[in-house]
């Protein structure tokens, strides 16, 4: 019988009872670390291994500005930190701050009736602050709809007293000249489908129903300034071209845009090529010191202070229902307007409430938007709660669902988690390179 034999083994292991918790990933050759407070830095592969193992010690420039960011439990501001995590959970506390009514739908045209209820509905909610946005629908614009809903928030709020903002998101087809001044000169924030560049825009209109690039041009060519903000489709026509779209937006009148990737259908882009477009957006844009894109503005913002702007795309509670809802031309409430599309195709999964007889508590406290929140909180969720860029991605679990059947949307079949990573991918490595370029330490 043989003798047993011990064999030594060295590992280096993480210290791990110095180190708070937080989320690591490769990107451009460093190892980029984040907080749930959304705080971030980067290090080389050598001085993060060396970090792990606790070889870095106070006192070490590298120690002490992660220990700042709250990467480190000696000498943690616990206080400090708490106010933190509260500043990026904000939106809890927000309340349904958001709401798009639907003008018309394939189902049906919005009633001067039914839109009366829905804002005495949306005022029963105690957010101190409403945007309201007027979607045109396939129907044509009804500027006299438009005004009836504009002057009816106004009353309203006579009494209530909330910070309100009107935006009204229309083609703008069909509307002359005296209309369109009539709707800048009230106030509405208005949104248009337009790509900018001509071969872009015409090549795929037909996915936002825009008309063509020259009758946009003309349209907008009658609003004063930059009256109007952009919704820019980005599919594969728009590959290399990021350049000569932003330029065309400029041409136009527009200072103010987000885009959007088409994920779907022939016209859909790869999300790498995405993301490739989006470095190419931000080199176009470098340029252009009056153009701000949306999404750059927020996540900017983020990566820098910490601040969350409630109503952009890639923040979690959008898609919920929580902070933002969908009301359809017959009154039903939706979490998102792909909820309302199945409904209106006979699957009302999402519907919840009608505006006579559900008040903004009620909806606070639906199933459905418990179940979408928690399909859609990346702390939680298997796959997503490990990745470095978990703080910064939002989740459409409505979407997810249309596309799985499933809510849980899974980083392996989740387009739009892939095209949202590969954005990320392209703006923490411009704010790396702007770091390094400017001789300071590439964290954030």
Known sequence: ????????????????????????????????????TGAWHTL???????????????????????ADKGFVRAGLDLDAHAAQVRKARQFLLSGATRHHIH???????????????????????SASTLTVALIQGPEPLNPALVSFIH?????????EKRARTVELHSQLAGLSAGQLETLSAAGLRIQVPFDGDPGVHDAQRHVSGAPSHAAMVSQLAVLPGPAASARVHVGRAAIGAAERMVSGLHSAGVRAFQVQPILDGPDAIDPQAYGTFFTELLAALDTRSDMQEAQVEALMSRARDGNIAGHMLLCTPRSTGFNARIYGPDGRIYPSADAMALAENDNPMFVLGHVAGTSSEDIDRHPTIRSLMMAALTDCLPGYKHLWAAPFIGLDPVRAYCRTGDIFAKPTTSLHYKASQAMLDALFLRLMADAAEASEPVDG
């Open 1 to 36: 019988m043989r003798g047993s034999h011990t064999i030594p083994v060295v590992r280096s292991s993480p210290r791990v009872e110095k180190l708070n918790w937080f989320r690591f990933g490769r990107l451009g050759g460093r190892i980029i670390l984040t907080t749930d």
């Open 44 to 66: 080389e592969p050598d001085t993060f291994d060396r970090f792990l193992a606790g070889h870095l010690t106070e006192g070490d420039p590298t120690w002490e500005a992660l």
């Open 103 to 125: 003008l018309s739908t394939p189902a049906g045209i919005l009633s001067m009736e039914q839109a009366k209820a829905i804002v005495d509905h949306l005022f029963t909610g």
């Open 151 to 159: 002057e009816l928030l106004k009353t309203k709020n006579q009494y």
